[in-house]
């Protein structure tokens, strides 16, 4: 329960922070929902058209336990999409692209987002920024492990020119010491819309690892299901029920699963950044 703790030492401060998550989250769901339907609908199977759910509209889409585990803990899932498989044109292939239309759809918006922060990154500071120390560069900006993504992610707006800066502020628990990142940006403005993308690239990210665990009812599942046991698995409902229990009762108690998936999500988003600025030749 972290974000209460933060609310309870920072009120004003979490407000300003869920104002940035509500809409990245509410975004990430939606189009990931509607991500499964459209791609049903194209394998043959109009449900979800039917009932409404090819739509932009976030109410359609979210779960409220979801969504409140999305915001509490970084992990969550929306309201499935409805399907018949009976409709499908290939039974095991359509379930199985349906299943990650939604994963793909995260991981899409995911590598959009990182680049256009790298983009933002390049164009929005003075020339002088990059040469201000060793941890001003494009890796500690947009990795999660980054000093800088942190301080653009929290809003605490320092700029950490190197380790010395990191030990200054972990041993006085102040920013004040260092100069600001908006003393370098062109238009201060800049700096909420990175922080924007920095909620948007972490929440897509997570949402895409956390549902392809295989666990009923996540997405996982669906693909292990078909390609492993050729579909022949069939899960009650109350079973599936249970399965998300115990889930809910694993992350909410334990930290197993959420320890693994931020492990995953780190590994991923590290080699991505890594990756793509190799690509652009970006130091």
């Known amino acids: 329960m972290g974000i209460l703790t933060q609310f309870q030492n920072d009120p004003a401060g979490t407000l300003i922070l869920l104002l ?12 990931h929902e509607l991500a499964h339907g459209y791609v049903a609908l194209k394998c043959g199977d109009p449900t979800a058209q039917m009932l409404g ?26 309201r499935p999409v409805p399907v018949n498989p009976r409709n499908y044109k290939r039974f095991r292939r359509d379930d199985i692209l349906v299943s990650l239309a939604g994963v793909a759809m995260n991981l899409l918006l995911f590598l959009t987002a990182t ?16 040469q201000q120390g060793e941890l001003v560069n494009y890796h500690d900006f947009l990795r999660f492990d980054g000093w800088n993504f942190y301080s653009v992610l929290s809003g605490e707006n320092a700029l950490y020119r190197n380790y010395t800066d990191v030990w200054i502020v972990t041993m006085r628990e102040s920013a004040g010491v260092l100069p600001a990142l908006t003393d370098y940006m062109k238009a201060p403005w800049i700096l909420y819309l990175l922080r924007f993308l ?31 046991l050729r579909g022949k698995l069939h899960i009650p409902a109350k079973a599936i029920n249970l399965a998300m229990m115990v889930l809910l009762f694993l992350f909410m108690f334990t930290n197993i699963f959420s320890k693994a998936i931020s492990k995953a999500v780190y ?17």
């Open 20 to 31: 940035y998550r509500a809409p990245a989250i509410l975004i990430a769901l939606t189009l």
């Open 267 to 283: 590994f991923v988003q590290g080699g991505v950044v890594n990756g793509l600025l190799a690509i652009f030749g970006l130091r």
């Open 53 to 78: 759910r090819l739509t932009f509209n976030p109410l359609k889409h979210l779960d409220p336990v979801g969504t409140v585990f999305m915001f509490l803990f970084g992990f969550g899932w929306a």
């Open 198 to 228: 920095t909620f948007f690239v972490q929440i897509n990210l997570s949402l895409a690892i956390f549902n392809l665990l295989p666990i009923p009812p996540l997405d996982g599942y669906h693909v292990v299901n078909d390609i492993f």
């Open 115 to 130: 680049l256009l922060s790298a983009a933002i990154l390049r164009l929005a500071f003075v020339p002088e920024m990059w």
